[in-house]
């Protein structure tokens, strides 16, 4: 069964810090690994993908990287603004599978 | 425009009830979707339409019953629905509908259900 992992569960930080997310799947064969943002009760919204060939990917002051070796993806958020609190989810496609394997999310929290 | 809109945000329904959860899209997508998602949990999928066609059905129960008028609208029909369907319900549309494929799904803002 493929499994997307995501550590922490939770975190807080300060207003204008950094952090780093993880997630290790594993999915196989791998198709695309795409992190989404989701703010509570509201949908999720994409923010990177990257696929096998790809390592990091950024939108803004997220930067997502991919290790296709190990299976392993990480999701670093840059000068945290109260805004960025939400759940980040990482969602992993596999070849010729039409569904996708969502991890269960790590909530951010980011204090003033 | 790369929005999905759902109507209506929050609707309480008893039991026996009948009520329709409506969906839009005018990206001119073709694959439209149904998630189910629990707090604190991962969307689960329910209901994917390629070219207004049920392509897959994800084992949901008959209660459910998603409808696709045209390629820009779904819906989903609830009837007699349990206390523990409460839930958020997502749509999202994609480009395509293909196994393992780079087109991102876009969702909509959901609508959460109470079945009192």
């Known amino acids: 069964k493929n499994q997307v992992e995501q550590s922490p569960q939770s975190l807080i930080i300060l207003e204008g810090k950094n952090c780093t997310l993880q997630c290790n799947y594993t999915v196989s064969p791998f198709s695309n690994l795409r992190w989404y943002k989701q703010d509570t009760g509201r949908g999720p919204v994409s923010l990177t993908i990257m696929t096998f060939s790809e390592n990091t990917k950024s939108n803004g002051r997220y930067t997502a990287t991919l290790d296709a070796d190990t299976k392993q993806s990480s999701l670093h958020i840059t000068a945290s603004q109260l805004s960025d609190s939400a759940s980040y989810i990482c969602v992993v496609s596999e070849l010729n599978d039409y569904k996708l394997s969502f991890g269960a999310g790590t909530t951010v929290t980011v204090r003033a | ?116």
């Open chain 2, 1 to 116: 425009d790369t929005e999905v809109t759902q109507t209506p945000k929050h609707l309480v329904m008893g039991m026996t009830n009948k009520k329709s959860l409506k969906c839009e899209q005018h990206m001119g997508h073709r694959a439209m979707y149904w998630y189910k998602q629990k707090a604190k949990k991962p969307p689960e999928l329910m209901f994917v339409y390629s070219y207004e066609k049920l392509s897959i059905n994800e084992s949901v129960p008959s209660r459910f019953s998603p409808e696709c008028p045209n390629s820009s609208l779904l819906n989903l029909h609830l009837h007699a629905l349990q206390p523990e369907d409460s839930a958020l319900y997502l749509c999202a549309s994609s480009q395509g509908f293909v196994s393992g494929g780079l087109d991102t799904q876009y969702f909509g803002p959901g609508t959460r259900l109470t079945v009192l």
